[in-house]
């Protein structure tokens, strides 16, 4: 089993160092940092200092190892456009982005799985089949068509919700959140609904076809010829059984989520780490773009090998099959 995560955490140091590569390489390809950090009443003198106070005098090699070093301590230097530490800014901004991800994350369970039990044991049903039908749309409307027409409808037809914004926040630490709000819990139904409808029509698809490979199994059949009621088979045989991979997509598809979630920001103005990023590109903030990409990618290695570790946990046969 040691030999098992630490063959998984060198992998995942590998495809962080390359992430990293490549977020250094946005350094190197967008311009020249001095040109953007100047001003027109800088002089050659102010600009020399500039490049020897950011290593920009430095060979790649050399700039690359101290880049990665920062990184790693979580330093990824001065925003272009506001001046202050990156990981500042995106600490700011990573409470709205994170309850946005876990509030469409719970969404998607509470939807997907009952509906996805709904139309295994109710096929050939009508609603069954309009269900069916819907995944279809859910799984191919991009997000911002979804968020746009959810504007429309719930904000400007309706005026139930507001279209934008977070609403009224309360600082817990260094921790800012609009669970505690009204106007917070308001804000946060639409931009949920739109990040959330892709990932329940996975899991409804999903939970579907697990169910109908387990209800044909034996000892489901058993099961029923003991007279066991339908709901305890369905619910307490049936469904538990399907759902390690759909914990497992769950916990994967949160860094999805993570990233896919700028769109939904960016419709719905809330200010997320995505947000954070679009405007980096807007204004060519390299530092920002550059530490969104290896917070993001870090967040994605971190899950799934998390996952590859529990699943070698509850199944010994995978340690030796990598």
Same mark, same amino acid.
């Given at each position: 089993m040691l030999v098992f995560v630490i063959k998984r955490l060198l992998n995942a140091a590998l495809v962080m !160092?390359? @992430?990293?590569? &490549?977020?250094? !390489?946005?350094?190197? !390809?967008?311009?020249?940092? @001095?040109?953007?950090?100047? *001003?027109?009443?800088? *002089?050659?003198?102010?600009?020399?200092? &500039?490049?020897?106070r950011l290593g920009l005098n430095d060979s790649f090699l050399v700039q690359y190892l101290r880049f990665v070093g920062n990184a790693a301590q979580g330093n990824f230097g001065i925003s272009y456009r506001n001046g202050q530490e990156v990981l500042g800014l995106i600490a700011d901004r990573f409470p709205a982005t994170m309850e946005l991800v876990l509030i469409a994350t719970i969404l998607s369970l509470v939807i997907g799985l009952p509906l996805g039990v709904l139309t295994a044991i109710k096929r050939g049903a009508w609603y069954s089949e309009a269900l069916q039908f819907g995944s279809i749309i859910g799984v191919s409307l991009p997000s911002f068509v979804v968020g746009i027409l959810l504007i429309l409808v719930f904000s400007v037809s309706l005026g139930w919700l507001p279209a934008f914004g977070r609403g009224d926040v309360v600082d817990l630490g260094w921790w800012s959140t609009g669970l505690l709000t009204k106007s917070g819990l308001m804000a946060l139904i639409l931009p949920s609904i739109s990040l959330s409808l892709y990932q329940v029509t996975l899991i409804m698809r999903l939970v579907r076809a697990e169910m109908l490979e387990v209800m044909r199994s034996d000892y489901v059949k058993f099961a029923r010829a003991r007279g066991i009621p339908r709901h305890r088979i369905y619910f307490r045989h049936a469904l538990r059984n399907c759902l390690m991979p759909v914990v497992t997509l769950t916990a994967m598809n949160i860094g999805t989520l993570i990233a896919f979630a700028l769109i939904t920001e960016t419709v719905f103005q809330w200010p997320g780490m995505g947000m954070l990023f679009i405007q980096a590109v807007t204004f060519i903030d390299i530092p920002v773009m550059a530490a969104y990409l290896c917070i993001v990618a870090f967040i994605f290695v971190f899950l799934n090998t998390m996952v590859d570790i529990t699943y070698a946990v509850i199944d010994p046969r995978l340690r030796d099959a990598t």
């Open positions: !160092l390359a @992430v990293s590569f &490549l977020a250094f !390489l946005i350094f190197q !390809l967008a311009g020249d940092p @001095v040109d953007m950090m100047s *001003t027109e009443q800088s *002089t050659q003198a102010d600009r020399d200092e &500039l490049r020897e």
